[in-house]
């Protein structure tokens, strides 16, 4: 969720340059199921533009009508949405509405977390009673620094505390500058991921050449900087090139992502790791485990845009540690 409130961010600067209040939604509780859960925001501009959703696009109206009392009162107010008898969510969703004007120094020093890609914690205060809740809102604590999205929000000794831990915006290392790149950095763009591309200086590639990414990196594969690789960050080696990937998997293995792929037939995985392990024999099995190749998962792909949906489906898996099925077949919740 690190990238929706980065996008709140972004898009509040905006409304401050036009001189137009904000209101933060956010989802602070629920009983029983619903399309979203808890800790997902959007921003309301005082001209009735919303940024952001906090359902499949039915309670977005009723947000926006009670949010008309916290732009003239400058009072948070929680609200709430019965599903049961609208949606057939069969869940009672409950929002804070606070107003929403981060100071300078708070915008600073959260894009600063955002570039050293640090986690950073929000706690936000309320009670499960409609109305008006004077003093309640958000606290967002950004290393030793805490901050309140309004200056009248104050600690609450008698309320219910919703904390939400936000870790790095996921990144999507794309390793390789085909077609292939193209379509897959635009569906990771368009789940809010980061994406960088790398290439290597002979295949004279401009960020131009991948619309939206947020970097280009051209590095020889023995000289490639390794330690941009975190905990947040999926990988996958799309070169098209066996001896590219074997040079570039000679330097990842010193990297701990949270998946590591690799594009082409299974023949061509064995090939590429027993070569590996012939170049360095104490390489650790762990990595080697680790490694998907072929990315991706068999839901019958066969375009590029197909494949991409496969490997990023692959990656949500890894990352979330599920086991794809499908939810006809699943018994327990959808979200648990």
């Given at each position: 969720?690190?990238?929706?409130?980065?996008?709140?961010?972004?898009?509040?600067?905006?409304?401050?340059?036009?001189?137009?209040?904000?209101?933060?939604?956010?989802?602070?509780?629920?009983?029983?199921?619903?399309?979203?859960?808890?800790?997902?925001?959007?921003?309301?501009?005082?001209?009735?533009?919303?940024?952001?959703?906090v359902s499949g696009g039915c309670v977005e109206k009723e947000v926006l009508f009670q949010a008309q009392s916290v732009f003239k009162k400058q009072i948070p107010k929680l609200m709430t949405y019965d599903g049961r008898y609208r949606l057939g969510?069969?869940?009672?969703?409950?929002?804070?509405?606070?107003?929403?004007?981060?100071?300078?120094?708070?915008?600073?020093?959260?894009?600063?977390?955002?570039?050293?890609?640090?986690?950073?914690?929000?706690?936000?205060?309320?009670?499960?009673?409609?109305?008006?809740?004077?003093?309640?809102?958000?606290?967002?604590?950004?290393?030793?620094?805490?901050?309140?999205?309004?200056?009248?929000?104050?600690?609450?000794?008698?309320?219910?505390?919703?904390?939400?831990?936000?870790?790095?915006?996921?990144?999507?290392?794309?390793?390789?500058?085909?077609?292939?790149?193209?379509?897959?950095?635009?569906?990771?763009?368009?789940?809010?991921?980061?994406?960088?591309?790398?290439?290597?200086?002979?295949?004279?590639?401009?960020?131009?050449?991948?619309?939206?990414?947020?970097?280009?990196?051209?590095?020889?594969?023995?000289?490639?900087?390794?330690?941009?690789?975190?905990?947040?960050?999926?990988?996958?080696?799309?070169?098209?090139?066996?001896?590219?990937?074997?040079?570039?998997?000679?330097?990842?293995?010193?990297?701990?992502?949270?998946?590591?792929?690799?594009?082409?037939?299974?023949?061509?995985?064995?090939?590429?790791?027993?070569?590996?392990?012939?170049?360095?024999?104490?390489?650790?099995?762990?990595?080697?485990?680790?490694?998907?190749?072929?990315?991706?998962?068999?839901?019958?792909?066969?375009?590029?845009?197909?494949?991409?949906?496969?490997?990023?489906?692959?990656?949500?898996?890894?990352?979330?540690?599920?086991?794809?099925?499908?939810?006809?077949?699943?018994?327990?919740?959808?979200?648990?």
């Amino acid at each position: 969720m690190t990238h929706e409130f980065k996008n709140i961010i972004k898009e509040y600067l905006i409304a401050k340059n036009a001189n137009l209040k904000c209101v933060l939604a956010t989802v602070v509780d629920l009983d029983g199921s619903s399309y979203r859960r808890p800790g997902v925001r959007m921003l309301i501009r005082e001209d009735n533009i919303m940024i952001g959703a906090v359902s499949g696009g039915c309670v977005e109206k009723e947000v926006l009508f009670q949010a008309q009392s916290v732009f003239k009162k400058q009072i948070p107010k929680l609200m709430t949405y019965d599903g049961r008898y609208r949606l057939g969510c069969e869940g009672i969703l409950y929002l804070l509405l606070e107003p929403f004007s981060p100071s300078k120094s708070l915008i600073a020093d959260f894009n600063t977390i955002i570039e050293n890609r640090s986690f950073f914690e929000l706690t936000t205060s309320y009670k499960k009673e409609y109305g008006d809740l004077k003093g309640f809102g958000t606290f967002i604590h950004l290393d030793d620094k805490s901050y309140t999205f309004n200056e009248n929000t104050r600690e609450q000794l008698e309320a219910l505390i919703f904390k939400q831990n936000m870790s790095p915006c996921q990144r999507l290392l794309l390793i390789g500058g085909e077609h292939d790149t193209v379509q897959l950095a635009q569906f990771g763009l368009n789940m809010g991921w980061e994406v960088t591309v790398a290439v290597t200086p002979k295949e004279d590639k401009t960020k131009a050449d991948f619309p939206g990414i947020n970097a280009l990196l051209n590095y020889e594969p023995e000289d490639f900087p390794v330690k941009i690789i975190d905990a947040n960050t999926a990988v996958l080696l799309m070169t098209h090139s066996y001896v590219k990937d074997l040079k570039y998997l000679m330097v990842l293995k010193n990297s701990n992502p949270a998946y590591l792929g690799v594009l082409g037939p299974a023949k061509r995985r064995e090939k590429l790791l027993s070569e590996l392990l012939e170049h360095d024999m104490d390489i650790e099995m762990e990595f080697i485990e680790n490694i998907h190749g072929p990315a991706g998962l068999d839901i019958g792909a066969i375009t590029p845009q197909e494949i991409a949906i496969s490997i990023l489906a692959e990656i949500l898996t890894v990352i979330r540690k599920t086991d794809p099925m499908m939810l006809k077949d699943k018994l327990k919740e959808i979200h648990h």
